[in-house]
């Protein structure tokens, strides 16, 4: 395994739609376990391969319940994925990317989602995610289809402007 670099804007694999993965052979492996490594140590909570220049439909998602930061994480695997079941209820939250560092963007999401995939080796799986879980699905797909938290964003933020409103705002509450 090895870390992979991941991509920034303005590089242009991240706004194209990614080739569906036909070969689940020993390259494919090797780029699942990097793409595994380098979310964690980005740190990041989901990685799409296009992320790390790599035109394929396949991410990397590792998510623990948020009520409990000591629980075991679970990591996901998603190759070929598609959103069969989307919920009607949106709901509108913040979210980051790790190729658009510094920035954070409000983003409307269906609060449910039911995501058909493949495995890693290959396997029909189907996961039903909500909440924040959801909401990942939903974000490293749109990255293999070539659409970024921006193009869906209500607002966006940089990261230095959050900072200065929290500040402001704990200034107001002396």
């Known amino acids: 395994m090895?870390?992979?670099t991941i991509i920034t804007l303005p590089n242009e694999t991240l706004?194209?739609?990614a080739r569906p993965v036909t070969?689940?052979?020993e390259s494919f492996q090797t780029l699942v376990d990097d793409m595994i490594e380098t979310m964690r140590l980005a740190p990041g909570v989901g990685l799409?391969?296009?992320q790390v220049d790599v035109p394929l439909r396949v991410a990397v998602v590792e998510f623990g319940q948020e009520e409990d930061e000591d629980a075991p994480k679970k990591l996901y695997t998603i190759v070929n994925p598609e959103i069969v079941r989307p919920s009607e209820e949106m709901i509108l939250g913040m979210e980051g990317c790790l190729s658009i560092p510094g920035f954070v963007a409000e983003v409307d999401r269906h609060a449910e989602v039911t995501v058909k995939a493949l495995n890693r080796r290959g396997q029909p799986v189907k996961i039903k995610a909500e909440g924040w879980l959801a909401r990942?699905?939903?974000h490293e797909i749109d990255h293999l289809n070539g659409i970024l938290m921006t193009d869906r964003a209500e607002r966006v933020f940089s990261?230095?402007?959050l900072e200065a409103e929290d500040e402001d705002e704990d200034a107001l509450e002396v």
């Open 2 to 4: 090895a870390p992979r």
């Open 15 to 17: 706004t194209r739609k």
């Open 23 to 25: 070969d689940f052979g």
């Open 159 to 161: 990261l230095e402007e």
């Open 136 to 138: 990942i699905f939903q």
């Open 48 to 50: 799409a391969a296009p």
